[in-house]
């Protein structure tokens, strides 16, 4: 058995890392996260760095632009954007809209998007909600004729910023994936809980698009790309709730009340303790994950939802824990603790909250005893 | 056992009812509050301040001399739950009036009582406590502001952090160390001070949820005179005991949405599951069913604490419970609502996110409650070693003097 990532995948893990902290500090996220509703949602100069490093075309096959590298390496750069809370669409265009593309896109859908995603000139967004709850195929409103889009969709996470979005829309009885130019199109920015990504209400009005996949297997079809989503955002929520553990157990160590370091309290230990187990929990179940969907694996569909299910526990677990070991100063705007309690929050709902993961799961275990 | 009010208590919850309709407008959502910009805000608090005051329910329990009615805890929990069901104006007196006037009627002179406590009662004058400093939260007594004597005055100089309204406060009461030779417990002393004292810089701090309701305050060489010092020199430590209490007393109630705020969402929300409602899922019911345990265990558990007060008995360190259960729900609440809207829960613009957005600003505030008014660590300690009487944890700071004692820096 060898369960781990390999040499070079590790060393370019270790380059991301040299590369976010000197490109993206928490500064630059601060930027992002302080501008004005409806200004440049997200870190130019970042994302034009990642670009020329070939992160955004890591996965995407060298036909198509892309550095023709595998999921594992895209998975070892996750946990390092997530642990940077980078500001950038690299979510929104790599871990859905390629992934889509590469799921269901004709060759000419492919030829037209991959290599403008991998050179970072196009951005993507997957837009899937248009209301509280979890999205059901019946209460959907927005509808896709074959050739053009009609409806809100509300909110998409970087939809104020992407040039294409693949959205779910109803089609004659059933539903199916849409590709859309965002040109054009009418988008209003949303305000939310973590303004390191922006998020925007689109509203198609007859808009042309291109069906992505066959017709009527859309909802399927965002089932997949929620799956492989879903165990890259795991690595963005490790790379996270691992940030918080740092920081805390930093915190613990050098923080002084009652003379003591806070970290030789036991009520602090058994803290940091707990976030530790839950992030390698989460970890382990994130690797299994990696494994299923660079192999393509049948297993990946349990092993996407257990990957969601660990990683939104453990990042909620860090973030919150993370203030409270801080104190006072955990609660301020100049400590970094809230960028990622804002975060943990968003990327536990990007794809679909954990309710819906824990329901998904518990059915595929089923489906899996039953087989 | 007998929850029907008495005749009496009828009477009075009637009289309430009758003075908050005519005085406060209903709840209202976050919304309408966001809308009024913050002196406009404290203006109706004034107001409503005032009336509560002339109509004799300001300090309901307090003595008639101070300008209460002399009446037993109950009645101003019947208060309470009257005044809850209307739009909250009394936030900015909840410090002055819960802990440091308190403060003032067990330690100042009378003259000062006569001067200082009816303008507090009317709302005319705002206080604030201040107690923590950068190094020095949960262990208080760690504190370092320097109060040094000079004739009839004393001379602070130091920092203070976390006071609650001092921007907009007009007095405070302040803990200082005036003995650093000592045990750190034994070398306080405890002052009240006007804010507006030569030499006394706030500046306000930007908290994670965006607002700025706390700040830091210095003091450089900020003279106070004897006659403003409460309690004995090297005493402050009891006089602050007396101020924890009244703290532990003040923060009560439900501090946000709750369960019923939850349901309401669950109802009209669709379940995970793509089956149904919220509202009928199984999991979310479950939750729902411990958040109301919860809830009501917190507010029966007050019930018992109003009844052996009414009976003459003191209470313990067992109201700790309450803000523990108090914050954490409020975490979990806020935290499951926003997950129970799926990727819309995000949204925290209150015109677009369900009801007002409620959960998502409450979610970005619930952090600041497990730490404020002291931690869950600290208040599981204290249940620990008091209620319980479990042995104390190892203290290395017994019997050293203040300045021999470790600090990391
Ligand atoms: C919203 C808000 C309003 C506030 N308002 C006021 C105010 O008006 N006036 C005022 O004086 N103060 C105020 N405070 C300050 C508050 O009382 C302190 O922040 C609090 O007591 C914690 O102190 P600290 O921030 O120094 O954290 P620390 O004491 O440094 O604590 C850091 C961590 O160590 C833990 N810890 C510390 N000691 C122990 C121990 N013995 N055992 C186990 N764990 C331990 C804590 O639980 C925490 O998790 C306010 C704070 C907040 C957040």
């Known amino acids: 058995m060898n369960f781990d990532f390999s040499d070079d995948q590790k060393s370019l893990k270790d380059q991301a890392r040299k590369v976010l902290t000197d490109k993206s500090s928490t500064k630059a996220v601060r930027a992002v996260l302080g501008r004005k509703t409806g200004t440049t949602s997200y870190d130019t100069a970042l994302w034009k760095a990642v670009a020329e490093l070939g992160w955004l075309g890591i996965a995407i096959p060298e036909e198509y632009g892309g550095v023709g590298l595998g999921r594992l390496e895209l998975c070892v750069l996750a946990e390092e954007l997530g642990r940077a809370v980078a500001p950038i669409p690299f979510a929104s265009t790599v871990y859905f809209a390629t992934e889509a593309l590469l799921l269901a896109g004709s060759d000419a859908q492919k030829q037209k998007w991959l290599p403008k995603i991998a050179s970072g000139e196009a951005i993507g967004c997957f837009a899937l909600s248009e209301g509280p709850g979890a999205p059901k195929p019946e209460a959907m409103t927005t509808t896709f004729d074959g050739a053009a889009l009609t409806g809100a969709k509300i909110p998409v996470t970087d939809g104020d910023i992407a040039h294409f979005a693949i959205v779910l829309a109803k089609e004659g009885g059933g539903a199916s994936l849409a590709i859309a130019e965002l040109g054009g199109v009418t988008r209003s920015e949303v305000k939310t809980l973590d303004p390191t990504r922006g998020h925007a209400k689109i509203e198609f009005a007859k808009t042309k698009a291109e069906r992505l996949g066959k017709a009527g297997e859309g909802w399927e079809l965002a089932e997949q790309v929620l799956d492989r989503a879903a165990v890259l955002l795991a690595f963005e929520q490790v790379g996270g709730a691992q940030a918080c553990l740092d920081m805390a157990v930093d915190y613990a160590k050098n923080r002084y009340a009652f003379s003591r370091q806070i970290g030789s309290f036991q009520a602090i230990k058994h803290k940091l303790a707990d976030m530790y187990v839950a992030t390698e929990v989460a970890r382990s179940n994130a690797y299994y994950g990696a494994w299923a969907l660079s192999t393509e694996a049948p297993e990946l569909p349990l092993a996407a939802a257990a990957a969601r299910v660990a990683a939104c526990d453990a990042y909620h677990l860090a973030a919150k824990e993370n203030i409270q070991t801080h104190g006072g100063m955990g609660f301020t705007w100049e400590v970094d603790c809230h960028l990622f309690y804002r975060r943990a929050k968003l990327l536990a709902v990007q794809a679909g909250s954990p309710g819906v993961w824990k329901e998904k799961l518990v059915r595929r275990l089923e489906l899996k005893n039953a087989a | ?409």
């Open chain 2, 1 to 409: 056992m007998d929850f029907n009010d008495t005749p009496e208590e009828a009477a009075f919850r009637a009289e309430a009812r009758k003075f908050l309709e005519a005085n406060l407008a209903p709840k209202s959502g976050a919304r309408a509050q966001a809308e009024s910009s913050e002196s406009d805000f404290m203006k109706r608090c004034k107001a409503y301040q005032k009336k509560k005051a002339e109509a004799g329910f300001a300090g309901i329990t307090w003595q008639k001399e101070h300008g209460g009615r002399a009446m037993a805890p109950i009645f101003n929990v019947i208060f309470g739950q009257e005044e809850a069901k209307f739009e909250g104006l009394s936030g900015p007196f909840a410090i002055g009036l819960g802990m440091c006037i308190p403060t003032m009627i067990a330690f100042a002179s009378e003259d000062q009582k006569k001067r200082y406590v009816g303008p507090a009662l009317k709302g005319d004058e705002i206080w604030c406590q201040l107690f923590s400093e950068p190094s020095a939260g949960s262990d208080v007594a760690g504190l370092k502001t320097r109060a040094v004597k000079d004739g009839d005055d004393w001379v602070i100089n130091g920092q203070k952090v976390w006071t609650s309204g001092a921007h907009y406060s007009d007095y405070g009461i302040l803990l200082v160390r005036t003995n650093p030779d000592v045990e750190k417990h034994k070398g306080l002393t405890m002052f009240f001070l006007d804010m507006k004292s030569p030499g006394v810089e706030v500046r306000p701090i930007h908290q994670m949820s965006g607002g700025s309701n706390f700040n830091e305050v210095y003091f450089t060489d900020v003279r106070i005179p004897d006659a403003q010092r409460l309690g004995e020199v090297g005493q402050g430590w009891q006089v602050a005991l007396v101020t924890l209490m009244n703290e532990r007393l003040a923060v009560g109630g439900s501090p946000g949405p709750d369960y019923s705020e939850a349901m309401e969402l669950a109802r009209r929300t669709p379940a995970p599951s793509g089956k149904g409602t919220l509202l009928q899922d199984q999991a979310f019911r479950a939750q729902l069913a411990d958040w109301f345990v919860s809830a009501e265990g917190y507010k029966l558990g007050r019930f018992r604490t109003i009844t052996a007060l009414s009976k003459g008995q003191t209470p313990g360190p067992e109201s700790s419970i309450g803000k523990i259960l108090n914050a954490n729900r409020l975490q979990d609440i806020t935290n499951a609502a926003i997950e129970a809207e799926d990727h819309f829960g995000i949204i925290s613009d209150d015109a677009i996110a369900p009801m007002d957005a409620v959960f998502q600003q409450s979610y970005m505030w619930a952090p600041g409650l497990r730490i404020a008014g002291g931690t869950d660590e600290i208040l599981k300690n204290i249940i620990a070693e008091r209620v319980l009487g479990l042995p104390q944890d190892v203290r290395v700071d017994k019997g050293v003097a203040y300045k021999d004692l470790p600090t990391g820096r």
